[in-house]
């Protein structure tokens, strides 16, 4: 049952490199729901619905990526969940 949302802006080389294919399929392994998007100022936006632990432990794929991106700064809200999410999509 998800007892957490966490809300993550991440800048770096994030966009063109494959980050919300990778974000997409390391999510549906943990069996989050939420979203992953491109922003217009080159960052990515994610939110992600589940338990905590693993939320944490998608945090930490984010934070490496698929090996052509390169993440600089990731920052983290994080919040109770809305339960609005059928599964996790790129936006």
Known sequence: MADAR????????????????????KASTYGLTGFAKNLIDGRVEI???????????????????PISAQVTDMRIEWDKPTFEFEGFQGL
Not at 13 to 25: D, K, P
């Open 6 to 25: 966490a809300h993550l802006l991440i800048d770096g080389l994030v966009q063109g490199v494959g980050y919300r294919y990778f974000a997409i399929r």
């Open 47 to 65: 939110v992600a619905e589940g338990e905590r632990g693993l939320i944490e432990e998608f945090i930490k794929d984010l934070r490496r990526g």
